[in-house]
């Protein structure tokens, strides 16, 4: 808990370094603010340092402006949360600890409010692998032999059109259909969608269209099969 005098003592570093005038009502805000907040006053004092060597120092001086009590509080919650970043509980010598849950809020305690040095890194795991890791580790670099080996291995295929050689620019499965590269000055570049006679193989359709001439002699000899089944059935009929 902070102290009216104390709240007055922050108050008054914050004015030689803002000129601010400070007035009673000022110190009884900051006693209230800074109180429902739960801020130390060791936290404050590092936050109001922090505000003004940090923050406003890297700041054009148009752009610096005083700190506030939210400031305070926001930066003090930070520092405590920096201090705790790295920490790691101390037990007593031995297995048992039947004061664990004192013990480790103690600690926190000590090494939030700045009490207990912080570690600025976390320690280095002590001890030996796990005995199943020297295992595996000791497998590594020989050769492993091959998971059912009866019988070929199942030809692995890609969907959609990918999935097969382009009959169009002959692409390999798996890359990209191409067009151009008719010359040195002008070099093949890849399509963002692969050739109609790709896509129509994967779907189970044929590589090539049918020309117009192909589709009209089709056409010819499908009339002419009608008129043959045409005339029979006339002559069938007695016509």
């Given at each position: 808990?902070?102290t009216?005098?104390?709240?007055?003592?922050?108050?008054?570093?914050?004015a030689?370094?803002d000129?601010r005038i400070?007035?009673e009502a000022d110190?009884?805000?900051?006693h209230?603010d800074l109180n429902a907040?739960?801020?130390?006053?060791a936290?404050?004092?590092a936050a109001?340092?922090r505000?003004y060597?940090?923050?406003?120092?890297?700041?054009?001086?148009?752009?610096?402006?005083?700190?506030t009590?939210?400031d305070v509080?926001?930066?003090a919650?930070?520092?405590?949360?920096?201090?705790l970043?790295?920490f790691?509980?101390?037990?007593?010598?031995?297995?048992d600890d039947p004061?664990?849950l004192?013990?480790?809020?103690f600690?926190?305690?000590?090494t939030a409010?700045?009490s207990?040095p912080?570690?600025?890194?976390?320690?280095?795991l002590?001890g030996?692998?796990h005995p199943?890791?020297l295992?595996?580790?000791?497998?590594v670099?020989r050769?492993t032999p091959d998971?059912?080996?009866?019988?070929p291995?199942?030809?692995?295929?890609?969907?959609?059109?990918l999935?097969i050689q382009?009959p169009?620019?002959?692409?390999?499965?798996?890359?990209p259909c191409k067009?151009g590269?008719?010359?040195?000055?002008?070099?093949?570049r890849?399509?963002?969608t692969?050739?109609?006679a790709?896509?129509?193989?994967?779907n189970?359709g044929?590589?090539?269209?049918?020309?117009p001439?192909?589709?009209?002699?089709?056409?010819?000899?499908s009339?002419?099969?009608?008129?043959?089944?045409a005339?029979r059935e006339r002559e069938a009929?007695?016509?």
């Amino acid at each position: 808990m902070i102290t009216y005098e104390e709240a007055g003592r922050l108050l008054g570093l914050a004015a030689a370094r803002d000129q601010r005038i400070v007035g009673e009502a000022d110190i009884l805000a900051w006693h209230s603010d800074l109180n429902a907040a739960g801020v130390l006053f060791a936290d404050a004092d590092a936050a109001l340092t922090r505000f003004y060597a940090v923050e406003m120092a890297g700041l054009e001086p148009e752009a610096r402006r005083r700190v506030t009590t939210p400031d305070v509080i926001g930066i003090a919650r930070k520092i405590r949360a920096e201090r705790l970043a790295n920490f790691v509980y101390e037990p007593p010598p031995g297995d048992d600890d039947p004061d664990y849950l004192a013990r480790l809020r103690f600690q926190i305690a000590k090494t939030a409010d700045g009490s207990t040095p912080a570690l600025t890194e976390r320690p280095a795991l002590e001890g030996g692998p796990h005995p199943d890791v020297l295992k595996a580790l000791a497998q590594v670099g020989r050769s492993t032999p091959d998971v059912g080996g009866e019988g070929p291995v199942a030809e692995v295929r890609r969907v959609g059109p990918l999935g097969i050689q382009c009959p169009t620019c002959q692409a390999a499965i798996g890359r990209p259909c191409k067009i151009g590269g008719f010359d040195e000055k002008r070099p093949p570049r890849e399509l963002r969608t692969p050739h109609a006679a790709r896509t129509r193989v994967a779907n189970g359709g044929p590589a090539q269209l049918e020309s117009p001439a192909e589709i009209e002699r089709r056409r010819a000899a499908s009339m002419a099969k009608l008129q043959e089944l045409a005339d029979r059935e006339r002559e069938a009929s007695g016509g």
